[in-house]
């Protein structure tokens, strides 16, 4: 396993997932690879949590309580301090219209749970 980088250099990850065990998977094997992790349980508490921390990548869940993943994206978009955090959409569906509609709101990627941890940790080293 690679070393993982120094306190100052590690890349900040926020996960925002309504599954305890989604969350906890994702951020220890992030960890595990030197990134720095957050998590929240919904797109409400995500939205606070990214606002105060600016990660540089926001792993986001599509369907969960209070606050849907699609409406935590819209209003990440339309804050200037937010705007141009870059984000992976996380689902279990895989529909057309899902897949268009997180191309129109300029996220990075798509991916389909059950997800593939060494694809994801690939797809992240390739953006952050």
Same mark, same amino acid.
């Given at each position: 396993m690679a070393v993982p980088p120094s306190v100052a250099e590690r890349k900040k990850i926020l996960i925002v997932d309504d599954e305890l065990?989604?969350?906890?998977?994702?951020?220890?094997?992030?960890?595990?690879?030197?990134?720095e992790v957050l998590t929240a349980q919904d797109g409400s508490e995500g939205l *606070?949590?990214? @606002?105060?921390t600016l990660p540089n990548l926001i792993l986001l869940d599509v369907m969960m309580p209070k606050m849907d993943g699609w409406e935590m994206l819209k209003r990440l978009r339309r804050n200037e301090k937010t705007r141009d955090i870059l984000v992976i959409m996380l689902t279990a569906r895989?529909?057309?219209?899902s897949l268009m509609?997180?191309? *129109?709101?300029? @996220?990075?990627?798509?991916?389909?749970k059950p997800i593939n941890l060494e694809e994801l940790i690939a797809f992240i080293r390739r953006y952050i």
């Open positions: 065990g989604v969350r906890e998977l994702l951020a220890e094997t992030l960890r595990q690879r030197g990134y *606070e949590q990214a @606002t105060q895989s529909e057309t219209e509609r997180s191309e *129109e709101n300029k @996220t990075l990627d798509y991916f389909i």
